[in-house]
Structures are given as structure tokens and as C-alpha cells.
């Protein structure tokens, strides 16, 4: 009877910590899908911004080159036309509302382009030599990415944070404070070796799982809002090098802090574009 009471006290134990586990693992999922979609909407964001002021440049270089055989016609006929002058008025007034939108846009992106770049120069400053075998910072898109390996991060086989990460997270929740304007997105990522422990259930959970533990980190333990921040996994199903080699499967197994800034700013010039600069 003893040991029937037993077996079923840890059956429900083992029950109740499995759908615990569901329950957080479902969380981290809607949250890492919906930090993704945002993640996408960004970029979309950006590449959109880039296209315009594309377009912007060639409307107002057609508008330049109207405007010169406009003159040159002009310079040849009477002077006092008055349906002339009516239209190099409006041309004229194109053009300046056309130089005006792309300065604001150059402007705005330039200023978007310096703060990652600060950004990454203070966090690569701020790494030893030692730390940056193990980080990877890259601008790409508009967006930061950081990329710490599995070795430097965790213990072996576990989501737990090694001591050794302790000292460089903490400079890069340093470099997060300091950026309070930018959201942040821990994604989990792993090579596509099977996870081979009772508690975890494949690499969606393992790769779900360390992302959380970082996110916890820099709110517990350094004060990053947590309003800022998102945790996801990309499992084994976002391999950067072949999983076929030792080095390319250490390569894979990563955790990426993605930091992102807002585009508030880039929406509201986008809403003003006068008619000339859009194309209309």
C-alpha cells in the first residue's frame, strides 16, 4: 500500500510540474509569435522607409531636370506668360517640398543609423578580448543583433546561466538601460541534436527555456524593465552553419538578444510625404 501511495503521489507531482511546464512553454510561445510579427513589421518597416526615400531622390531629380527644360523653354519665349510662370511657381514649390521630405528622411535615418552605431561601439568597447570569442555584434537592417554562444552562456546541457555569463550580461543590460527607446527580443536557438533530458521535451523547450532564463536574468539580477523585453525560441529550425560538423552544431547552438528601435518617428515623416515625393 506504501509504495502504491507513493507511485501515485509522484505521478500527480510529475503531472502537475508537466503542465506547469505546458502552460509557460504555450506563454513563451504567444509572446515569441508575437514578438516576431513585430520583429517582421519593423523590418517591412524599414525596407518601406528605404524604398521611398529611393523613390523620393529619383521623383525630386525629375522634378530638377522638368524644371531645367522648363527654364531653358522659357528663357527662349515671352517672359510675361502668365500660364509659364503659373506652372515654374508650382514646379518650384514641388521641388522645395520634395528636398524638404528627404531631408527629414535622411535625417531621421541617419540618426536611427548613429544610435546603433554607438550602441554597438560601446558594447564591443566594453568587452575583454575573451568576451568577444564568445559574442558576436552585428547592425543588420537597422537592427542590433547579439549573438552568445551556448559554451559561454549556460552550464552544459542546461538553461541555467553559468558564473562565467554573469559578467558579460551584466554589460550588456548596461548598454540595454542605456538605450531605453529600443525593445528587446531573447531569442533561443539550438543545434538539431535531440534533447536527451526527462524534464525537457525537445529543442523547441530547451532553446524556449534558456531565452527565458536570460530574460530573467536582466530583469532579476540588472534591472532591465521587463515591459521591454520578449523571450521566444527558434529551436533547432534557424541553423546559421551545417549541423553535419562539431563546429558547425556549436556554431548553431546560440542565444541572440535583438535589439530594436522604435519607428514612431519614421511613420509620422512617412505620414507628411508631400504629394511629389510619394509618387502620386
Known sequence: MLLMAGVLLTSCVSKKKFGELQTNYNSL??????????LAENRATITSLE????????????????YAALQA???????????????ISKLVDEINASNKFIKQLVEAKDKSDSLNMVLTNNLTRSLSKEELKDVDVQVLKGVVYISLSDNMLYKSGSYQISDRASETLGKIAKIITDYKDYDVLIEGNTDNVPISQTNIRNNWDLAALRASSVVQALQNNYGVDPKRLTAGSRGEYNPIA??????????????????TPKLDEFMELIGQAPEGADGE
Open 29 to 38: 510561445q504567444t509572446k515569441y509569435q508575437t514578438a516576431q510579427v513585430q
Open 51 to 66: 524604398d521611398r526615400l529611393a523613390e523620393a531622390r529619383a521623383n525630386n531629380d525629375k522634378l530638377q531636370a522638368s
Open 73 to 87: 523653354s522659357l528663357d527662349k519665349s515671352i517672359q510675361q506668360n502668365s500660364e509659364g510662370n503659373v506652372n
Open 242 to 259: 551545417d549541423n553535419n560538423t562539431e563546429a558547425g552544431r556549436a556554431r548553431n547552438r546560440r542565444t541572440q538578444i535583438i535589439i
